[in-house]
C-alpha cells in the first residue's frame, strides 16, 4: 500500500506541477511584455554563475512545455517506476 500511495503522489504531482507550468507559459505567451521580460531575464543569467542553462538555453526553450516534454517526462517517470516496483 505504502508503495500505491507514493506512486499515486508523485504521478499526481506530476501532472499537476505540468498543467500548472501550461498554464503559466500560456499566459506569459498573449503577454507580450511578460514574454519580453522572461527573455531578458534568461538572456541576462551569468555564464559562469548558470554554465549549464545558458549552455542549453536554447534547446530548454525549444523542450519547455507542450505534449511531447509531457510526454518525454511521463515516460521516464513510468520507466522508473518499472525499474523500482516490484511486479
Not at 35 to 57: G, I, K, N, Q, Y
Not at 58 to 81: I, K, N, S, V
Amino acid at each position: 500500500p505504502e508503495t500505491a500511495a507514493r506512486t499515486h503522489t508523485t504521478l499526481f504531482t506530476y501532472v499537476l506541477g505540468a498543467t500548472s507550468w501550461e498554464i503559466q507559459m500560456a499566459a506569459e505567451r498573449r503577454d507580450p511584455e511578460a514574454w519580453r521580460r522572461l527573455r531578458t531575464t534568461m538572456e541576462s543569467l551569468s555564464a559562469r554563475d548558470f554554465p549549464t542553462v545558458v549552455e542549453l538555453a536554447p534547446e530548454l526553450a525549444r523542450t519547455t512545455g507542450g505534449d511531447e516534454q509531457f510526454d518525454y517526462g511521463l515516460d521516464l517517470l513510468l520507466e522508473g517506476l518499472r525499474v523500482r516496483t516490484p511486479s
